[in-house]
């Protein structure tokens, strides 16, 4: 029982190079989310999919793309990344939308940008 | 709007005394109420959930919150410390609203001395 499953763990980046983050999760969940934990902050969305083939934007997307081509993954994209960008990042997924059953996360990747 | 407020970034106990961290929340409707904690290099784990059901809400490890709606209030508490309860600890809250918001506090790490 995978739950859900981040790739990479840890990734460091050079100022204007792209990468992808990948979460997959296999519960079956329609909705999947992506924040950034900073000191300070706690979590804030950057994105997030309520089923297959949709995203929409959450509290802090710029810089940042996705896509749920299919339902059990979740693709994070940085174009040309910034040392703002620096951050450990978490997938989450959930089975409803109103979030009463509470999230499943991943164990993050940590991303490095110099 | 919804907000989640966490008094206190650290709190330090010693071991086999009571835990309390405190997390008050504002919404315009009734809330759903979470508490996660993280430990050290992995993603946030779901302790308790509070969904309308009961006040009182017991979670794994002996956690237990209770939701005070005239206190806007959903405090956590452990009546015995132990070490393996040293993490960060994270409140959230949810509305079941038109759209998707779900707004985690910005965490409590608990310390627990021997």
């Known amino acids: 029982n995978a739950g859900v499953t981040q790739t990479p763990k840890f990734r460091v980046l050079k100022t204007g190079q792209s990468m992808t983050l990948l979460c997959a999760q296999d519960?079956?969940?329609?909705?999947m989310y992506w924040y950034r934990q900073d000191p300070g902050m706690g979590l804030r969305l950057i994105h997030y999919?309520?089923?297959?083939?949709?995203?929409a934007k959450g509290e802090v997307p710029d810089g940042y793309n996705v896509s749920r081509l299919k339902k059990q993954n979740f693709l994070l994209g940085l174009e040309s990344a910034a040392p703002s960008q620096t951050s450990v990042y978490f997938c989450?997924?959930?089975?409803?939308?109103?979030?009463?059953?509470?999230?499943?996360f991943g164990s993050g990747t940590r991303l490095t940008v110099v | 709007a919804q907000s989640v407020t966490q008094l206190g970034s650290h709190v330090s106990v010693s071991e086999g005394a009571l835990v309390l961290l405190r997390c008050n929340y504002s919404?315009?409707?009734?809330?759903?109420l979470f508490w996660y904690v993280q430990y050290p290099n992995q993603g946030l784990q779901l302790l308790l959930k509070?969904?309308?059901?009961?006040?009182l809400v017991k979670g794994i490890n002996g956690f237990e919150a209770e939701f005070k709606k005239s206190e806007t209030s959903f405090h956590l508490t452990k009546p015995s410390a132990h070490m393996s309860d040293a993490a960060e600890y994270f409140c959230?809250?949810?509305?079941?609203?038109?759209?998707?918001?779900?707004?985690f506090g910005a965490g409590t790490r608990l310390f627990v001395k021997a």
């Open positions: 919404s315009s409707v009734p809330p759903y």
């Open positions: 959230a809250v949810s509305e079941e609203a038109g759209g998707f918001k779900t707004i």
């Open positions: 999919s309520v089923g297959e083939g949709t995203t």
């Open positions: 519960m079956n969940h329609e909705y």
């Open positions: 509070y969904t309308s059901a009961a006040t």
């Open positions: 989450a997924s959930s089975y409803g939308l109103t979030d009463n059953y509470g999230y499943t």
